[in-house]
């Protein structure tokens, strides 16, 4: 057996590639031992500040003990305490109380364990979206970056995977960004709607702390409001059980899936467009492909953001069960749960942001291979507006759709059997029933007279509705990122 905390053991044993592998180390730490001990602490030290400035018997110098061992942890000792207790509050209240011998008999006064373990996880889930929301902002930036230089460059459109009428490709980024936005008002307001648990006792009716102060209930409230203040919350919830509505993490888990979601249909754009050859994402100079074939350029960025994407969006169904079966005021079968669908949630939305960004700020356009492709099809979508042409020419409408059914058939045919190019023009030119139009065939076939106002649809969805939404996040936009491994 390798030495326990050694490099060897360390690779011995699993370890979660959310945190190995993708994430941040900022949102790394937000889900870690030491954030969510550290506030413990805080939280201890908030409780006993606020009840010592209504009038509990509580000194200076307990405070003072208290403010000084705030990270002062010894996780030996917790672990220890905790395999002694089964307990993990306890275990670290016994440990707090240990470096502060005179605040020992003061802290936790009146709290139960979700005191300090929902109200942590509040402001983790805070914290969380707080690191999310910029690098949500900074991927919104760089496609609207990209959705205003190839504003203008027509592109194939695409219902069903199957050719339509044009579009541009700063008009189909467009398209993503929208839904980006739609994310970006979502995590904002499950952010905001977030309120603390507060100071609400065992079964959330303040008992034990209506006894500490002579039921003097104006003094409890207050006691609620400035502990609330103090971990930096405007509100907290003014009815709970032993702990927060389960319900909260499902509003927080379906927003995230919600991302999920828009950037998997995102990068299968992106993935699919690679396979027509028009876009590709970024490409190291010594990235491999294929450990088979050197030739290939596989779009692993995205197939990445597809793969943790589908993950993020299945852990919706962790908090809409667990709320669906949270007994009465509380019962433990949530616990568990909940450390790992939380913070695998907002880890995961993590990677996906940081990939994306990276994706986006890489993203390269083959106007040629767009062009040629919109050659092959544009032909068949020209006939109405040859058909139009020739009526104001003098010709008969039905005369001229039954010529042009014939030659496109033709046409088609030459595409579909013998593999050809699409030749419905030269037939067109061939024939002198159209030979009152063979000088607008040109312009007829102009591909931007096909792409309508996408172009100015870009220009007033960027000006009217993402650099509005963008403004909260400018200065935290950042430099490129580096994909990591």
């Known amino acids: 057996m390798a030495t326990p905390g050694s490099e060897e053991d360390v690779l011995s044993r699993y370890r979660s590639p959310l945190v190995s592998r993708y994430a941040s180390p900022e949102m790394g730490f937000n889900f870690s031992e030491r954030k969510k001990f550290g506030t413990w602490r805080r939280l201890w030290l908030y409780l006993a500040q606020a009840e010592k400035s209504l009038g509990l018997p509580i000194a200076d110098e307990q405070i003072k003990e208290m403010e000084a061992n705030l990270d002062n942890i010894d996780f030996k000792m917790a672990a220890e305490e905790e395999k002694k207790l089964r307990h993990d509050v306890m275990a670290h209240v016994h440990t707090f109380a240990h470096c502060c011998p005179k605040a020992a008999a003061i802290i936790h006064l009146g709290a139960t364990s979700c005191y300090v373990g929902d109200n942590t996880d509040l402001i983790v889930l805070r914290d969380g979206f707080n690191l999310l929301l910029p690098k949500l902002a900074r991927v919104i930036s760089r496609l609207s970056d990209f959705a205003e230089k190839y504003a203008d460059l027509p592109t194939l459109g695409f219902t069903h995977y199957q050719p339509a009428q044009l579009t541009t490709v700063g008009k189909r980024c467009c398209l993503w960004i929208q839904d980006l936005c739609m994310d970006l008002q979502n995590l904002e307001r499950a952010r905001d709607d977030l309120r603390f648990r507060g100071v609400k006792g065992t079964t959330g009716t303040q008992a034990s702390f209506l006894q500490l102060f002579e039921g003097d209930h104006s003094k409890v409230e207050e006691l609620d409001r400035l502990v609330t203040a103090k971990a930096g919350f405007k509100r907290s919830y003014i009815v709970t059980g032993q702990t927060y509505s389960r319900k909260v993490d499902i509003e927080v888990l379906s927003v995230l899936a919600s991302l999920g979601a828009s950037i998997h249909k995102i990068c299968t754009d992106i993935r699919l467009l690679a396979n027509l050859k028009e876009i590709e994402e970024p490409f190291e100079k010594d990235q491999i492909g294929s450990s088979a074939m050197p030739y290939k350029r596989n779009p692993m960025r995205s197939e990445r953001c597809c793969s943790l994407a589908r993950h993020?969006?299945?852990?919706?169904?962790?908090?809409?069960?667990?709320?669906?079966?949270?007994?009465?005021?509380?019962?433990l079968d949530d616990s568990a749960n909940r450390r790992v669908c939380l913070a695998e949630a907002f880890l995961t939305a993590d990677i996906i942001l940081s990939t994306l960004q990276n994706i986006s700020e890489g993203l390269v356009v083959y106007p040629k291979v767009?062009?040629?492709?919109?050659?092959?099809?544009?032909?068949?979508?020209?006939?109405?507006?040859?058909?139009?042409?020739?009526?104001?020419?003098?010709?008969?409408?039905?005369?001229?759709?039954?010529?042009?059914?014939?030659?496109?058939?033709?046409?088609?045919?030459?595409v579909k059997q013998e593999g050809g190019d699409n030749d419905f023009i030269d037939r067109v030119r061939a024939d002198p029933y159209f030979s009152p139009i063979y000088k607008q065939l040109e312009s007829l076939l102009n591909p931007s007279s096909f792409t309508g106002r996408a172009p100015q649809q870009v220009a007033k969805f960027l000006k009217e509705e993402v650099r509005p939404a963008l403004i909260p996040y400018h200065g935290k936009m950042g430099g490129k990122i580096e994909l990591a491994l």
């Open 312 to 331: 993020l969006m299945t852990l919706m169904m962790d908090p809409l069960q667990t709320a669906s079966v949270q007994w009465f005021e509380r019962t």
């Open 370 to 414: 767009i062009e040629r492709r919109i050659r092959q099809e544009l032909p068949f979508m020209a006939t109405e507006n040859i058909i139009m042409a020739m009526v104001k020419a003098g010709g008969n409408r039905q005369d001229c759709h039954e010529k042009i059914r014939v030659l496109s058939q033709q046409a088609a045919a030459v």
